[in-house]
């Protein structure tokens, strides 16, 4: 699965959590422009 950030658009692969947040593989912090929210991008 893919996560795009909803602020800037930038692409990580990402998992889905069991509640629906999209967390970027290896970005704990969230996007490199500070942002955490993330949408799902189908592939
Ligand atoms: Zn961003």
Redesign the pocket.
Known sequence: MAGR?R????VYSAWILADGTVEPIGKKGG?????SNFETLSQ
């Open positions: 950030c602020e800037c658009g930038a996007c490199r422009c500070g942002a």
